[in-house]
């Protein structure tokens, strides 16, 4: 079952788009904005990443608002943003399909930028040249197949990470990323969105004012999440009566989707879900969820920021999405749909 986030939610309005700086017991230790910049090779400037990036888009039923930014402690050391985020149109019309993939590389390594970068690169591709049968496969709700080939393009794309890694001369398990991906069809009569990955971060929605902690839960020994009934569940039909998934037990043909060389070092977590008119789905990377699950104002904060029937704009997003919580400084990034 999805968890709820035990908060109350006042009715104020929302304050204005600058008016918190943070939340919480009291002021984090580091600046509110960027002092010290990353070093810089002059034969690699295409290796430097921005503090911040920030994107958005407005297909069929949903508006999306994607944002990644340094942490303090990042900001104050003058180091990289280890986190990376990438949003992709494939196809057009009502085949379209958008892919919102994040990554975070390995804490305390030189390349953690570089692999971040590297694994939504590598899944941003892998989706591509398969978006026309997985966009199909969500219309059609085929759970199982895009369960099992979304899980093979992750171990794919995780398999040549570290197989760039040895080429480069460098630890597999150093230059290596926790991966984080929304695919949201725009096909206005399709309600299915999916996530999938590997590592931590966290899957939340925001429905009626209230938080839903719905990140799919396994064990270390797993390699398919559990499902949650109601969000990408196995009944063959939803509460609301919306068909998502059948199994008649009929043996399903081989994939199409290429096998990965080896698996991924976590479980691979799914999630496939039918969206409510006023639903918000939130998928973030540990700086986001670490919080969210930790500092109930935090929470409120951002309940009472996008609970409107009007998504925020991109600037309002970025304001609400950076401020900042005591004890919690690394990269925050966050990928946000308003359903409509």
Do not use: N
Request: net charge negative; hydrophobic share 35%.
């Amino acid at each position: 079952m999805a968890t709820q986030l035990d908060l109350a939610v006042t009715s104020a309005p929302p304050p204005p788009p600058s008016a918190l700086d943070y939340v919480g017991s009291g002021p984090p230790t580091y600046d509110p904005e960027p002092t010290a910049l990353p070093a810089a090779d002059p034969d690699e400037l295409g290796d430097l990443v921005a503090d911040t990036v920030l994107d958005g888009a407005r297909y069929g039923a949903w508006t999306l608002r994607a944002v990644s930014l340094r942490g303090d402690s990042a900001r104050y050391r003058g180091e990289p943003r280890r986190d990376a985020l990438l949003t992709a149109r494939f196809g057009v019309g009502e085949q379209t399909l958008v892919l919102v993939a994040m990554a975070t590389g390995a804490r305390a390594t030189p390349g953690a930028h570089l692999a971040a970068a590297e694994a939504c690169w590598l899944i941003g591709r892998a989706v591509g040249r398969t978006h026309q049968r997985l966009a199909e496969d969500i219309r059609a709700a085929r759970r199982g197949d895009l369960k099992s080939g979304l899980h093979r393009l992750t171990d794919r794309s995780l398999g040549k990470l570290r197989a760039s890694a040895v080429e480069q001369g460098l630890d597999p398990e150093e230059y290596s990323a926790s991966l984080r991906c929304l695919l949201l069809p725009a096909d206005p009569d399709c309600r299915t969105r999916v996530f999938f990955g590997v590592g931590e971060g966290g899957l939340f929605r925001l429905r009626d004012g209230e938080w839903q902690d719905i990140e799919p839960r396994v064990s270390p020994a797993d390699t398919t999440g559990e499902p949650v009934l109601g969000f990408g569940s196995p009944p063959a039909e939803t509460p609301e009566g919306d068909r998502l998934t059948m199994d008649l037990g009929i043996p399903t043909p081989p994939s199409p989707y290429e096998p990965a060389p080896e698996p991924p070092r976590e479980p691979f977590r799914f999630r496939a879900s039918v969206a409510r008119p006023g639903d918000v789905l939130v998928m973030g990377t540990g700086g986001l969820a670490d919080p969210l699950r930790g500092e109930p104002a935090f929470c409120a904060y951002l309940a009472r920021r996008w609970s409107g029937r009007t998504p925020p704009g991109l600037a309002a997003f970025l304001a609400d999405t950076q401020v900042r919580v005591k004890g919690y400084s690394d990269d925050r990034t966050a990928a946000a749909v308003w359903e409509a």
